[in-house]
């Protein structure tokens, strides 16, 4: 199993553009989720979805959007980049909800850099 | 909300030393989980806790759930160079499970 896995690794955008980062896994979990790390603020929850077609909102979803259209897949959207979402995104799984399982599955990250 | 306050924020140590991190949690948790980051990483589950003044060892880690599941603490014994890594606790607590993340302690190790 390839796990979690999260492309690209790095991007630079400019102020205004759009971008959507990927997500997949191949471990069949119900529960996916996006978290954004920034020096100092620990993981923060941006989006998180309990299966194929539902989604719901974090503690700062503000300025991206999601969807989950299979169960291996789940896309973060950035509308039009701004600066302060410049930071490090992390997808997460997991088999059971997040707070009923043993771990979330991480995977490695995408850097994000906004002009 | 509930909310979980992780301290230290960072903690420099020479080889050999002991280090301990604590979490602290606004409201009792259902159970926390543990995870280690190393520099330019992703988080790594290190394991969980459930029960009330629950302990587990793993090697030289030694983690526990306080006996009112607000608070618990990793501790590491005889620090080596391949411990360096940031340590998260996250709880998991209330009807909806919600989780939320500590902000990590940062370890540096001195050989």
């Known amino acids: 199993n390839a796990g979690v896995t999260q492309t690209p690794k790095f991007q630079v955008l400019k102020t205004g553009q759009s971008m959507t980062l990927q997500c997949a896994q191949d471990?069949?979990?119900?529960?996916m989720s996006w978290y954004r790390q920034d020096p100092g603020m620990g993981l923060r929850l941006i989006h998180y979805s309990v299966g194929a077609g539902i989604t719901d909102q974090g503690e700062v979803p503000n300025g991206y959007n999601v969807s989950r259209s299979t169960t291996e897949d789940f896309p973060l959207r950035l509308l039009s980049a701004a600066p302060s979402q410049t930071s490090v995104y992390f997808c997460?799984?997991?088999?059971?909800?997040?707070?009923?399982?043993?771990?979330?599955?991480f995977g490695p990250g995408t850097r994000l850099t906004v002009l | 909300g509930q909310q979980v306050m992780q301290i230290p924020q960072y903690q420099h140590v020479q080889e050999g030393e002991d280090f301990t991190t604590y979490c602290n949690s606004s409201t009792t948790l259902s159970n926390i989980q543990w995870y280690k980051q190393r520099p330019g990483g992703h988080p790594v589950f290190l394991i969980q806790?459930?029960?009330?003044?629950e302990v587990k060892k793993q090697k030289r880690l030694t983690f526990q759930f306080g006996e009112a599941k607000k608070n618990s603490s990793l501790h590491i014994t005889a620090t080596q160079t391949t411990d360096v890594g940031t340590y998260f606790c996250?709880?998991?607590?209330?009807?909806?499970?919600?989780?939320?993340f500590g902000k990590g302690t940062l370890l540096t190790v001195n050989p």
């Open positions: 996250e709880g998991s607590g209330g009807s909806n499970y919600k989780l939320t």
């Open positions: 997460a799984s997991s088999y059971t909800p997040p707070g009923r399982t043993d771990t979330q599955y």
């Open positions: 806790l459930v029960k009330s003044g």
């Open positions: 471990m069949n979990h119900e529960y």
